[in-house]
């Protein structure tokens, strides 16, 4: 009940108070009150604009960053493959150069491949880079690396285990003792898994080549027994990685 009439009392002499003011006062105050308003339209656009700006700036920052990064990460992985585009080559011209005419050449039913010796260290750079294989975008490229690299680790292993076959042989050779049929089977049957993962490698080796030289669009290296066969008056350049570029 107070408050009621409380409010009447306020409404009552506003009222009044406006009956008595003139017209001018009236023209006063209601510019004041528009430009208050304006004023106050106007801090909001400008806030809102400003607000606006910052978010975009941001943005822009953020996506620049990020397209820096992706540039940044992209050298990377091309620098990468350059490195193991270059070790398969190199590891392929050794291959080459020390038993692949003899494996090309060799009947495991009736010959044993030379002594080689060899290690898995030829594979430092793919070892290094797992975390930048995993993230090449071609994913024939990706599975290429791996399968290849894989396929000469294992010829890497199964001619470490034919060597210490040929060592024992060798030994028991000189001791005068006579080669059991044993250890001319165990000869026959490594040459012959040699020869097996050879052909394969020799394959992946070319597919890989190609898919580099594609992928880093460089003209192609020719590889002895892949494109050609080797003369014995190219042989040393064969051995120290050196051959022609073959025009794309």
Known sequence: MHLGLSLHSVSRFFSEFCSQLSPGAWLQASS???????????????????????NKLHWEEAEFHRLREQAAEREHINGVLHALR??????WFILAGDVAKPIEAVEPSRKVLPYWPCNQNYFSVFDASAAAIGQV?????????????MLAKRFVDQY????????????????????????????HAGAFALVETYQTLKA????????????LGLARVSLPFIDSVPSSKNAGETRQGLAPQVPR
């Not at 975008?137 to 690299?149: A, D, H, I, K, S």
């Not at 060597?163 to 044993?182: F, K, P």
């Not at 992946?204 to 992928?215: H, I, K, S, T």
């Open 86 to 91: 270059q070790e398969l080559i190199q590891l």
């Open 32 to 54: 004041m009150l528009l430009a208050a308003v304006l004023a106050i339209v106007g801090a909001w656009i400008a806030a809102a604009s400003a607000y606006r700006r910052a």
């Open 204 to 215: 992946n080796v070319e597919q890989l080549r190609d898919l580099l030289d594609d992928e």
């Open 160 to 187: 470490q285990r034919y060597d210490r076959v040929h060592d024992s042989v060798t030994l028991a050779s000189s001791d005068g003792q006579d080669m059991s049929s044993n250890s001319t089977y165990a000869l």
């Open 137 to 149: 975008q071609n994913e024939v490229l990706r599975t290429g690396l791996v399968r290849t690299f």
